[in-house]
């Protein structure tokens, strides 16, 4: 289960038609480079899940929406190529995706991918 992902982030989750729009799109980006991810709708939101781990979640916003992701990568350096998605901590804000590079973005998402599944490939070999 997403425990992640605080109350207040699930506020105001009324999206336009062009947020929407952008959900579905991110989402066949996700499966584009995790076929094999399980999509769960929990508390109103996109859970993805790789392996029994969330890997990316995706709440809607009115105007926006935020791409949570579970990896611990620093992804800085996606800054200067990522124009118009704003980073945080395990997120990225992106007003719309009519003005981000989508090769760039399915970029970011596999190499979170690919962070996240080794993480869980370590943390199996440990037990």
């Given at each position: 289960?997403?425990?992640?992902?605080?109350?207040?982030?699930?506020?105001?989750?009324?999206?336009?038609?062009?947020?929407?729009?952008?959900?579905?799109?991110?989402?066949?980006?996700?499966f584009?480079?995790?076929?094999?991810?399980?999509?769960?709708?929990?508390?109103?939101?996109?859970?993805?899940?790789?392996?029994?781990?969330?890997?990316?979640?995706?709440?809607p916003h009115k105007?926006?929406?935020?791409?949570?992701?579970?990896?611990d990568?620093?992804?800085?350096?996606?800054?200067?190529?990522?124009?118009?998605?704003?980073?945080?901590?395990?997120?990225?804000?992106?007003?719309?995706l009519?003005?981000?590079?989508?090769?760039?973005?399915?970029?970011?998402?596999?190499?979170?991918?690919?962070?996240?599944?080794?993480?869980?490939?370590?943390?199996?070999?440990?037990?």
């Amino acid at each position: 289960m997403l425990t992640t992902i605080k109350a207040l982030a699930l506020n105001n989750q009324d999206p336009t038609q062009d947020v929407t729009t952008d959900i579905d799109t991110l989402s066949e980006l996700i499966f584009s480079i995790a076929p094999s991810a399980r999509l769960i709708r929990e508390k109103g939101i996109d859970v993805f899940y790789l392996l029994e781990d969330w890997a990316f979640a995706l709440v809607p916003h009115k105007q926006n929406l935020s791409l949570y992701h579970a990896s611990d990568m620093d992804i800085s350096g996606f800054y200067e190529r990522l124009h118009h998605v704003h980073m945080g901590d395990h997120c990225l804000l992106i007003d719309s995706l009519d003005h981000v590079n989508l090769n760039v973005l399915v970029e970011l998402l596999a190499l979170l991918k690919v962070d996240m599944m080794r993480k869980y490939q370590l943390d199996q070999s440990l037990h």
